[in-house]
């Protein structure tokens, strides 16, 4: 019980651990980047073992073909111990990975949100660029809105009268 209790908080920080919401592009791929730096490490020390036990696994034959049971007992203490070293490694090796692989899928996300304009700060940009102040671009802007209605307003009565005079023309035919 205790065991599986580990293994769920571990699930649970490495979905900490792969979520890049809150980075921008620039920051996530530096962020993958030391995902992997960090499993070419691990792979790098996992050959290394890699080849220390095959050095005790060597010595361990050796020592059980010259019979001498201390060696034998010494040898298969050091390769059990550098097995266990490497498979840690490599379930962390395997974690790494899938972190990479997860946190890569998010990547077009986070492109798509940086591709995004809003409208409004867009607009609040280029007043400021114009020199406007705030209080000038609120009266620019009810002005604006004073305008479209009016606008809106004689476009109806346009519509309106004419559909008054297109109704009188059907009649006297």
Known sequence: MEENTI???QG?????????AGMNTAEAKEYILGFITT???TEKEIRSLEEE??????RKNLAASKNTDDLYKE???ETEKINTKLAGL???ERSLKEGIAVMQRQLPGLNARERTIDPDLLDQELMMAAGLSEEEVK????FVKLEKETSAEAALEALKAKMNSDSGKEGSF
């Open 7 to 9: 293994h769920q908080n």
């Open 12 to 20: 649970i920080a490495s979905f900490n651990e792969t979520n890049l």
């Open 39 to 41: 499993l070419k490490l």
């Open 53 to 58: 036990a095959d050095k005790w696994e060597n």
């Open 75 to 77: 040898a298969e203490a």
């Open 90 to 92: 490599r379930e962390e």
């Open 139 to 142: 009266t620019d802007r009810a």
